[in-house]
Nanobody, 117 residues
Framework: QVQLVESGGGLVQAGGSLRLSCAASGSTFFINAMGWYRQAPGKQRELVAAISMGGSTNYADSMEGRFTISRDNAKNTVYLEMNSLKPEDTAVYYC???????????WGQGTQVTVSS
């Protein structure tokens, strides 16, 4: 079992910044990539960014340049730095950690990010 605990969400004005954190604990040996997804009301969950154990990153087109994903492997923690936030970034942000053995997708409980105009 893997537990993912997120923190750092909140209310921010447009143009502002927030930093999300996600700490993984438990059986993390088979976790390689970690990432962030988000889900806005009435919309499907979508990928925000992902990062491999080696530091390779992948971003959704609309976030690249504004969001930065990073990780501290020693702490089993992944971060999402969000800058130049827009009202359309308002969503619940979920940490994601797929396990390779056995294959299973672990999700955090979600953290609300609200951007006011």
């Amino acid at each position: 079992q893997v537990q993912l605990v997120e923190s750092g969400g909140g209310l921010v004005q447009a143009g502002g910044s927030l930093r999300l954190s996600c700490a993984a604990s438990g059986s993390t040996f088979f976790i390689n990539a970690m990432g962030w997804y988000r889900q806005a009301p009435g919309k499907q969950r979508e990928l925000v960014a992902a990062i491999s154990m080696g530091g390779s990153t992948n971003y959704a087109d609309s976030m690249e340049g504004r969001f930065t994903i990073s990780r501290d492997n020693a702490k089993n923690t992944v971060y999402l730095e969000m800058n130049s936030l827009k009202p359309e970034d308002t969503a619940v942000y979920y940490c994601h950690a797929p396990s390779s053995f056995p294959p299973y997708d672990y999700w955090g409980q979600g953290t609300q990010v609200t951007v006011s105009s």
